[in-house]
Nanobody, 118 residues
Framework: QVQLVESGGGLVQAGGSLILSCSASGTVFSINSMGWYRQAPGKQRELVAAVTTGGKANYADSVKGRFSIYRDARMVYLQMNSLKPEDTAVYYC??????????????WGKGTLVTVSS
């Protein structure tokens, strides 16, 4: 089992910046990737950015050039710059990990709200 705790959400004006942090704890065999997803009201959850253990990062087209993802062991950070009102959503930390009995298991945090005012 992996427990994920997010922090750093809040209210920011358009053009501003925020940093989201996520800490992973628990017993796993190996972590494959950690990342961030978001879900806006009335929309499906979507990938924002993720980084593999090997260091390969993947970004949604809508955030490329504005967001950066960083990982340090069991911490993952999302630096969000030039925020837009359409970035408003609940942001969820994700961890994909192998346990002794299950491969590729997805774990989720409870989410942190990011609100960007125009």
């Amino acid at each position: 089992q992996v427990q994920l705790v997010e922090s750093g959400g809040g209210l920011v004006q358009a053009g501003g910046s925020l940093i989201l942090s996520c800490s992973a704890s628990g017993t796993v065999f190996s972590i494959n990737s950690m990342g961030w997803y978001r879900q806006a009201p009335g929309k499906q959850r979507e990938l924002v950015a993720a980084v593999t253990t090997g260091g390969k990062a993947n970004y949604a087209d809508s955030v490329k050039g504005r967001f950066s993802i960083y990982r340090d062991a069991r911490m993952v950070y999302l630096q969000m710059n030039s925020l837009k009102p359409e970035d408003t959503a609940v942001y969820y930390c994700n961890c994909n990990a192998d346990t002794l009995v299950v491969s590729g298991m997805d774990y989720w945090g409870k989410g942190t709200l990011v609100t960007v005012s125009s």
